[in-house]
T-cell receptor, first 114, second 116 residues
Framework: GENVEQHPSTLSVQEGDSAVIKCTYSDSASNYFPWYKQELGKRPQLIIDIRSNVGEKKDQRIAVTLNKTAKHFSLHITETQPEDSAVYFCAAKDSGAGSYQLTFGKGTKLSVIP | DSGVTQTPKHLITATGQRVTLRCSPRSGDLSVYWYQQSLDQGLQFLIQYYNGEERAKGNILERFSAQQFPDLHSELNLSSLELGDSALYFC???????????????FGPGTRLTVL
């Protein structure tokens, strides 16, 4: 099955700086890569996703890049704000027949220091 | 609010007991997924149901079972509970679940289970 590695596990940045979180996956057939943000005590919420036929996607201050050859994808947050502080999870969709199983990374705790 | 509801919000029970967690998906969603999130751990996929049928199984213990009913709500049953089963259990739903398609998963608020 799919295996997703996520780095770093913790990340502290100054407000206004950029943050980058990286993930690698093992199954070359995976074709959908979402990123979820989870604030303390709350549910994970999708913030951006990318499909394997696209190399980059941007939504305001958030962007995701995908390198299918190297099997890695990254989340980029620019002009970070204190409200960006949360745990971020990357995931890859398992290519198993008939399944939408997502395999998640272990998460990155982002702290934005005012 | 994602539209996915879970009950109860909190559950405290003793080792050896059995509990049932309930999930109602978003209106119209056919797929339900269950995840376990332990302290300092990521989201561990347990099981997926699509339109009443089991579609995928992850790291789900034999003591755990789930089902999806005709009205599409789902229940996760946890039995012979151990201290290590204490965790946050999330349910998520998506519109479809068939081969070749992918859909955003919307998460519920979770049920926090504490086993004493």
């Amino acid at each position: 099955g799919e295996n997703v590695e996520q780095h770093p596990s913790t990340l502290s940045v100054q407000e206004g700086d950029s943050a980058v979180i990286k993930c690698t996956y093992s199954d070359s057939a995976s074709n959908y890569f979402p990123w979820y943000k989870q604030e303390l005590g709350k549910r994970p919420q999708l913030i951006i996703d990318i499909r394997s036929n696209v190399g980059e996607k941007k939504d305001q201050r958030i962007a995701v890049t995908l390198n299918k050859t190297a099997k890695h994808f990254s989340l980029h947050i620019t002009e970070t704000q204190p409200e960006d502080s949360a745990v971020y999870f990357c995931a890859a969709k398992d290519s198993g027949a008939g399944s939408y199983q997502l395999t998640f990374g272990k998460g990155t705790k982002l702290s934005v220091i005012p | 609010d994602s539209g996915v509801t879970q009950t109860p919000k909190h559950l405290i029970t003793a080792t050896g007991q059995r509990v049932t967690l309930r999930c109602s998906p978003r209106s119209g969603d056919l797929s339900v997924y269950w995840y376990q999130q332990s302290l300092d751990q990521g989201l561990q996929f347990l099981i997926q149901y699509y339109n009443g049928e089991e579609r995928a199984k992850g790291n789900i213990l034999e003591r755990f079972s789930a089902q999806q009913f005709p009205d599409l709500h789902s229940e996760l049953n946890l039995s012979s509970l151990e201290l290590g089963d204490s965790a946050l259990y999330f349910c998520a739903s998506s519109a479809r679940g068939g081969q070749g398609r992918h859909n955003e998963q919307f998460f519920g608020p979770g049920t926090r289970l504490t086993v004493l």
